[in-house]
């Protein structure tokens, strides 16, 4: 197995201000340092400033946590980020996401969605993945479903996540289950 191109801090000599943030980390909901997380860690303040940010969007965000992962998914399979993948696939599911829509989703494919702001979320998400500006109707649909602060934290949640798949393509490293990939 080769080694990530950027190396994972050793959780057992980490410096006091790392091992504040691991701690805090492996208290709250994630319950363990990995991921991105663990590679922010190089950065002890960017690592709880973000890890913050993560926990408001599973914690505080208004946004269903359904609609949550079917953004966070497509922008693990816009960026091709199998962790990212491999991690929310399962809460997807669990938070009321079909297999079906996550395995189109896995293929490029547009869902068939059946679930009300399903498909609003998605025409937003696609439209901000695709890096242009909102299309009018599209924004104005979206704030009609999830209001302006939805609107406002689903923006935040597409980044937020575009910065861990960042990290996470930058460094390669391998998933949980010791493969490399999940999206070929």
Same mark, same amino acid.
């Given at each position: ?8 801090? !050793? /959780? !057992? ?20 340092? +990995?991921?991105?997380?663990?590679? #922010? *860690?190089?950065?002890?303040? /960017?690592?709880? +400033? ?16 359904? &609609?949550?992962?079917?953004? &966070? *998914? ?7 980020? !199998?962790? &990212? #993948? ?6 997807? /599911? ?24 399903? $498909? ?8 901000? *993945? ?24 689903? %923006?935040? *949640?597409? %980044? ?16 949980? !289950?010791? $493969? ?5």
């Amino acid at each position: 197995m080769s080694r990530p191109r950027i190396s994972l801090p !050793d /959780l !057992d000599k980490l410096s006091t201000d790392q091992q504040r943030v691991a701690d805090a980390v492996a208290a709250g909901p994630r319950g363990e340092v +990995r991921g991105p997380v663990r590679l #922010w *860690l190089h950065s002890s303040e /960017l690592a709880d +400033r973000a890890q913050k940010l993560g926990e408001f969007f599973r914690l505080g965000t208004i946004v269903p946590q359904r &609609i949550c992962e079917l953004v &966070i *998914l497509m922008t693990a399979r816009h960026y091709n980020c !199998d962790y &990212i #993948w491999f991690n929310h696939s399962r809460m997807a /599911l669990k938070r009321g996401l079909s297999a079906e829509t996550i395995e189109r989703l896995r293929r490029g494919q547009v869902p068939n969605f059946d679930q009300p702001g399903d $498909s609003t979320a998605y025409d937003f998400a696609t439209a901000v *993945l695709r890096g242009g500006k909102v299309p009018d109707p599209v924004l104005e649909s979206a704030i009609a479903v999830f209001g302006e602060r939805g609107v406002v934290e689903l %923006g935040a *949640l597409i %980044g937020h996540y575009h910065s861990g798949a960042i990290v996470l393509s930058v460094s390669d490293i391998v998933l949980p !289950d010791g $493969s490399r990939s999940c999206l070929d």
